[in-house]
């Protein structure tokens, strides 16, 4: 047991296989390198005072005549070039997007704002209302997601929400009236709406930007600017769907309101982010770790150390998740809700969502995922755990790419084609959004599998192709019946709406099978999301006409593709 002294008071620390004297002047909290952890001050000693935090190293330090005796200016000097040299990685990752960038990306969400704007007096006045209602009619955007957060990088999309009023419908008015305005738009671009996944959306790209645009439709008149979704005003009487859509930007204004240092807690997910992208552990679909996971667990991190650097954090970041004990849930105080729900018993990882209804965060992690999961925070936290007393840490080494060809001899190939590149996109989202099916199958086969979240391309192949390589274990049987597992998984592909000329092989190779020019050890930065919904394109177009003007055309669908017979209708 080793003892700290503040004040003449002794405080006990534990600390294995020997003693340290840690003597007054304790250094402040927040000036040791990551690899300390942090252990709280037993409040049960006689003499009262204010809880204390002390810091030990992990590992054993240099030992004089049984005594370690700290050099708190040797510390603090460490500390700050920890700090320098992760923030020049930072920069040379390119995880901060230029001031350029960040123009561009305000110049859409402003032309956003604008054009609901237009829309929603559009919407009034075909609801035929008084003159002076349409001119008080308002409506707005909310950003959310990791723009919302401060954390999105050079090829990040935006979440945004466009929240409207109680006269407009997201059937005829967003998905249709709107979307013909945004169409008729030269900035805007590959707009396709998703009208059946649990949050219903447009998805777009303006000025080059992809933006994802669900709906929500509050039970008022008129939505200000800026409206403030904490009012409960605001969120009485709206329907299922759209408070599922506004779930994303209650969970940002929570997270923003519950971490004590803003800019602490941005650059800490940045880097967290880039560490889960390039070792393959960051895709919800494929049963890893999604934005709102990690936006939460760093929360959690910098909520309990609201004083200690962004290197500090990182290192307790891997300290305290490698070995947390799982499936006790992750929840952030907000000291508002006390905690009584248990979650489900098959959740591996669950994670509470810091915002009403407090549900828990979707998650596809199965037991191979959350293995990899596991040993890939142990590898991190062992990184930040040695050269402890070295300021010149290798950042670079925490976020070396996942080496999936050096740790796997067999993989499951999943090839897709489409007859052009929007079917393909249609086709790879759809099967996406059932790939757990064929996790599980593959799990129940081989005892494990890693599935990889990066999409090739093979060249050789004429039609658009996106092709998956799932590593699998070498201790699972070593002949697979390919045919069978396949026509298992196209059981839950198959929704009757793809197109024939969509297509899926199912097949196992061996590591020398592997494309030579695919770069199997590097990672993509750029997200990629799911689309819900395969649309038939030979199916006719139908005009669609007004609920309150009889013979206003408002435009034609096409299952899922919507046509405006003029500019902006």
Known sequence: MAYAYQNQRRICVPVPQFFVDLRSPIPPAGFFPG?????????????????????????????????????????????????????????EQGLVPSQEEELKRKYAIEQLKEIVQVWVKKV???????????????????????????????????DALCVGPAFATITEDFFIVLHNMLQSRPEVSEIHCVKNAKVPLMRFKFNGISIDLPYAQLSVLSVPENVDLSNPFFLHRIDETSLRSLSGVHANMRILQLVPNLGNFQSMLRCIKLWAKRRGVYSHLLGFLGGIH?????AFICQRHPTLSVSALISIFFDTFSHWPWPMPVILQDGLIPFREVPDCRSFMPIRMPCRPYDWCNSNITSSTFNKIRTELLRGHAIMSRDLTRPDFEWSSLFDPFPYTQRYARFARIFLSAPDDDELRDWVGWVKSRFRSLLLKLEELQGFCDPNPMEFVEHDVAEPNTVFYWGLSSNGRSSIDVDSLKEEFMKSVDNGDQGSGCRLELTIVNSQQLPKNAQ??????????????????????????????????????????????????
């Open 35 to 91: 690899s300390f952890p942090v252990v709280n001050a037993n409040p049960s000693f006689p003499h009262p005072a204010p809880p204390v935090q002390v810091l030990v190293p992990n590992t054993r330090p240099v030992i004089a005549s049984g005594r370690y005796f700290w050099n708190p200016a040797f510390f603090i000097r460490m500390e700050e070039e920890r700090n320098r040299s992760l923030h020049q990685f930072m920069v």
């Open 124 to 158: 009034a006045w075909q609801r035929r209302l008084p003159k002076n209602e349409i001119a008080r009619a308002g409506a707005t955007i909310l950003t959310y997601g990791s723009y919302g957060l401060g954390v999105h990088g050079p090829e990040s999309d935006i």
């Open 294 to 298: 990690l936006a939460i667990l760093a």
């Open 520 to 569: 199997f050890d590097c990672v993509s930065e750029r997200d990629s999301k799911a689309y819900w919904r395969i649309p038939d394109y030979r199916r006719p177009r139908q005009p669609v006409y007004s609920q309150h003007l009889p013979h206003y055309c408002v435009g034609y669908v096409s299952n899922n593709r919507v046509e405006h017979p003029n500019d902006g209708g």
